[in-house]
C-alpha cells in the first residue's frame, strides 16, 4: 500500500519562507504526476501545483506563480515545494496527492489522483 508522508508544515510571518516535503513509502514504478492542494478553513480544496514525474514538468495555481516552487527527487520519492513570500491567504492544510498512471482528468482536479497524504497545517500571520 502506498502512502504519502507530508512535513515541513508550520507557523511563520507574512514574507517568510517554508518548504513542505511529501515522502512517498516505498518504490513505485508508475508515478506520473505528484501533486499538492490545500484547503483553508471553510473553503473547498484546491490545486497549488504539480509536477510530471518523468519530464519534471511542472504547473502552479495563478494565486502561487512566482512564489511556490515544486521539485521533486526521484531517487528518494519525494516532492518538495518551496514557499516564498508567504501571505495570510496560504494558510491552509496542504495535501500531496499522486497519480500512478494517465487519467482523463487534469493535473488541477483532484478526482485524478488515487494516493493522498494526510496533510500539513501551514500557519501564516500577518
Known amino acids: 500500500q502506498v502512502q504519502l508522508v507530508e512535513s515541513g508544515g508550520g507557523l511563520v510571518q507574512a514574507g517568510g519562507s517554508l518548504r513542505l516535503s511529501c515522502v512517498a513509502s516505498?518504490?513505485?514504478?508508475?508515478?506520473?504526476?505528484m501533486v499538492w492542494f490545500r484547503q483553508a478553513p471553510g473553503k473547498e480544496r484546491e490545486f497549488v501545483s504539480s509536477i510530471s514525474w518523468s519530464r519534471g514538468s511542472t504547473y502552479y495555481a495563478d494565486s502561487v506563480k512566482g512564489r511556490f516552487t515544486i521539485s521533486r527527487d526521484n531517487a528518494k520519492n519525494t516532492v518538495y515545494l518551496q514557499m516564498n513570500s508567504l501571505k495570510p491567504e496560504d494558510t491552509a492544510v496542504y495535501y500531496c496527492?499522486?497519480?500512478?498512471?494517465?487519467?482523463?482528468?487534469?493535473?488541477?482536479?483532484?478526482?485524478?489522483?488515487?494516493?493522498w497524504g494526510q496533510g500539513t497545517q501551514v500557519t501564516v500571520s500577518s
Open positions: 516505498r518504490s513505485i514504478f508508475s508515478i506520473n504526476v
Open positions: 496527492a499522486l497519480r500512478s498512471s494517465y487519467s482523463t482528468y487534469g493535473t488541477h482536479q483532484e478526482q485524478g489522483y488515487n494516493y
